[in-house]
């Protein structure tokens, strides 16, 4: 999937018309939750019937295109099959129960109810909703015209503190013929560094949070002087938020430049499969860790290594930084040291380079271990069938960048 983004340009109505939609969607979502809570049993199936039920019942709710009402009972699915997932693993502390959700910021539209109009500027929103025609902003090089109509598998326009965008999910396969490089890489992700790889290469945080911070304590600053519900208050919330949006494009676009710069030059890629959510809950390095977006590199790396048909392989992040890459030794250490000194064989690394060495070698292991199994080509990456954006069915409003981009 390829997923093509553009700002909207409308006017003040169908603004207010995109808001209701989306309040649509959320009130969709939690009905079917609410369904799900009270009784038992309930399928996925059944909360889709219960779409049109809903729809008879409200006509607000009928207003919304048919396939949009049933992706938002998805939403509400999603949500619930994550906590069936998380029980089923047995995964220790919170199992996520769903929730209730109040700041929904998207709607989605699947093969009907919108129309792209020849001029390939223009999108036509054709249901109840009152949207209508809007023109699509977006850079030159992208057009998501030249595409059959029938490759665009979504549409979904999402509420951003500096407008309204709409993103096409495209199915379509972008390959980049690879120019063989002869290396193969395993890298670590950490805190000293935003990855070391396998050759002792670094490239160090860009810590834009850092930079932004003063900015953002100023702002939040001026925000809570204002008076509640006033509309400077109004005015000084949506400065913030466009601040974080601000910081968060500039991560992913670190991201992307640094996964597309990695896979560009490598044959082969191991990382290691990190729980990032339960390490960003660790209060003291929390900050740090979510200023290096670990998971947005990651994902990148895996949306080119996908681009570039190379193998890129997640491993278990099982003592890759204790073990030494020299003879495998287990040598104890603690966050705070960063050299790895090998007691057997005398190995001397640095810390993060000792770990990428064990990543690479473990990632080979797994891949040799593919190929005997026969199930070469059916990699990790496969089974992300999104987008490198992280894009997913679920509703969290991460913010997501310019696809012209993304594209690229
Ligand atoms: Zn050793």
């Known amino acids: 999937m390829l997923i093509y983004e553009y700002k909207l340009d409308g006017n003040q109505r169908q603004y207010a018309a995109i808001d209701e939609a989306i309040r649509v969607v959320q009130f969709i979502r939690n009905k079917c939750l609410r369904k799900w809570m009270d009784g038992r049993g309930v399928s996925r199936n059944d909360l889709q019937c219960y779409c049109s039920v809903l729809a008879r019942e409200y006509s607000f709710a009928a207003r919304l295109n048919s396939q949009a009402r049933q992706a938002s009972a998805d939403r509400a699915w999603a949500a619930i099959s994550r906590f069936y997932e998380n029980c089923k693993q047995k995964k220790s502390g919170k199992k996520g129960y769903p929730r209730f959700q109040h700041d929904n910021r998207s709607v989605e539209y699947k093969t009907t109810g919108w129309k792209l109009e020849p001029d390939g500027k223009h999108l036509t929103f054709t249901d109840g909703c009152g949207i209508g025609t809007l023109r699509l902003v977006g850079n030159k090089k992208q057009a998501v015209a030249t595409f059959p109509v029938k490759q665009i598998k979504r549409i979904r326009m999402v509420k951003r503190a500096d407008g309204y965008y709409c993103q096409f999910a495209v199915e379509a396969h972008r390959r980049v013929e690879h120019a063989p490089t002869d290396q193969a890489r395993g890298i670590d992700v950490g805190l000293k560094s935003y990855y070391t790889d396998s050759d002792g290469n670094i490239v160090n945080h860009p810590r834009y949070y850092r930079k932004a911070e003063q900015r953002l304590k100023r702002l939040h600053r001026r925000l809570s002087r204002k008076q509640k519900h006033s509309s400077n208050r109004k005015k000084a919330r949506k400065q913030v938020a466009k601040a974080y949006l601000k910081v968060q494009r500039q991560r992913e676009d670190f991201a992307r430049k640094q996964a597309n710069a990695l896979v560009t030059s490598s044959d ?141």
């Open 268 to 408: 082969f890629l191991a990382y290691e499969d990190l729980k990032i959510r339960n390490m960003v809950r660790n209060r003291h390095l929390s900050k740090s860790i979510s200023d290096a977006s670990w998971g947005t590199f990651l994902r990148w790396v895996k949306y080119y290594g996908a681009m570039h048909d190379i193998p890129v392989i997640a491993v278990p992040p099982q003592f890759t930084s204790q073990d030494c890459s020299g003879c495998g030794t287990r040598v104890k250490k603690s966050l705070s040291v960063r050299t790895h000194i090998c007691p057997t064989c005398g190995l001397v690394l640095d810390r993060d380079e000792n770990a990428a060495v064990n990543i690479l070698h473990a990632g080979l292991c797994i891949l040799v271990l593919m190929a005997f199994a026969g199930t070469l080509g059916h990699r990790e990456t496969s089974s992300d069938e999104e987008n490198a954006s992280g894009q997913s069915t679920s509703t969290r409003r991460s913010p997501r960048r310019k696809a012209s981009k993304q594209a690229g």
